[in-house]
């Protein structure tokens, strides 16, 4: 069992910011968010692969969106600039513990934190 300790989600008008952070309570190699907008499935936004450093950005959020990670703290955290309405939704922080490799940056995610609200007014 993996616990997860998110934080950052709120509501915000169109434009603004918001940062999440996730930390969670076993190491990893891969870890990052996901994105259910409303009535919709869960896709990757970004992810971060601890060992080599590749990231992944949905192309909607590039240039809005910078994910970094404090080892120290063993957290990670999504900064979200120029936020819109389709921003809308729960962002799951997921990590995942297997050192198989994988391509995709966001692919075989384990353990999923049970999310935070992001709500952007228009």
């Known amino acids: 069992q993996v616990q997860f300790v998110e934080f950052g989600g709120g509501l915000v008008q169109t434009g603004g910011s918001l940062r999440l952070s996730c930390a969670a309570s076993r190491d990893y190699v891969a870890i990052g968010w996901f994105h259910q907008a409303p009535g919709k499935g869960r896709e990757g936004v970004s992810c971060?692969?601890?060992?080599?450093?590749?990231?992944y950005y949905k192309d909607s959020v590039k240039g809005r969106f910078t994910v970094s990670r404090d080892g120290a703290k063993n957290t990670v955290y999504l900064q979200m600039n120029s936020l819109r309405p389709e921003d809308t939704g729960v962002y799951y922080c997921?990590?995942?513990?297997?050192?198989?490799?994988?391509?995709?940056?966001?692919?075989?995610?384990?353990?999923w934190g049970k999310g935070t609200l992001v709500t952007v007014s228009s």
């Open positions: 997921v990590i995942r513990v297997s050192s198989l490799y994988y391509s995709d940056v966001c692919g075989g995610m384990d353990y």
């Open positions: 971060l692969n601890t060992r080599d450093g590749r990231t």
